[in-house]
């Protein structure tokens, strides 16, 4: 078999980043999953913001980690679930419902998903962010199956 393909795309400011995630927000469809890999600071949450854009949310609904694991925002085309694993303790994995919004018609970002990696949907759309140098950000897109690739196309 072949490896999966890869697209990588380097952005050099914040408002770049928001645009690749509009573009993958424009084109998600209710069921689609994304993991967000990436260190602290490299862009995972001002991606969501974008994703939350090309859903059509209004500015300003998405914000940086609190002690609230799932963010549900149902004012878009689609209801966005932004789940934030940062804070998870390794034993909560079962208790806090993080995965609720996957079965149903919702987009879910998922910021942290090494912390439940082995719970992820088989199929999704790994996005992996990287310091780069300054305020560039590495960002690589790799789909884990047809639903992903899918969404990776839609988006690209
Ligand atoms: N190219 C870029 N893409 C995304 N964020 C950038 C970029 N350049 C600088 N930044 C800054 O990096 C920080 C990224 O923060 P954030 O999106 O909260 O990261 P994370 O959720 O991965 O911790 C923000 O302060 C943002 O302004
Ligand atoms: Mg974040």
Same mark, same amino acid.
């Given at each position: 078999m072949s490896a999966p393909p890869v697209n990588e795309i380097v952005t050099r400011s914040r408002e770049e980043t928001e645009k690749v995630g509009e573009r993958l927000g424009r084109g998600a469809v209710a069921g689609d /999953? %994304? &993991? %967000?890999?990436? +260190? %602290?600071?490299?862009g995972k949450t001002t991606l969501v913001r974008g994703i939350a854009r090309g859903l059509g949310l209004p500015q300003g609904e998405v914000t940086s980690p609190t002690f609230v694991i /799932?963010? +549900?925002h149902e004012e878009g085309r689609l209801p966005l679930f932004h789940v934030d694993l940062y804070r998870l303790g *390794? $034993? +909560?994995? &079962? !208790?806090t419902g993080w995965d609720e919004g996957i079965a149903a018609g919702a987009v @879910?970002?998922?910021e942290w998903p090494d912390r439940v990696a082995g719970s992820l949907p088989? $199929?999704? %759309? $790994?996005i992996r962010l990287d310091? &780069?140098?300054?305020?560039?950000?590495?960002?690589?897109?790799?789909? @884990?199956? *047809?639903?992903? !690739? &899918?969404l990776a196309e839609r988006a690209s």
């Open positions: /999953v %994304l &993991a %967000l890999w990436g +260190e %602290l600071g490299s /799932v963010h +549900e *390794p $034993d +909560e994995t &079962a !208790s @879910t970002a998922i088989a $199929d999704r %759309l $790994d310091h &780069a140098g300054g305020d560039e950000r590495r960002i690589r897109i790799e789909p @884990t199956g *047809p639903r992903g !690739s &899918a």
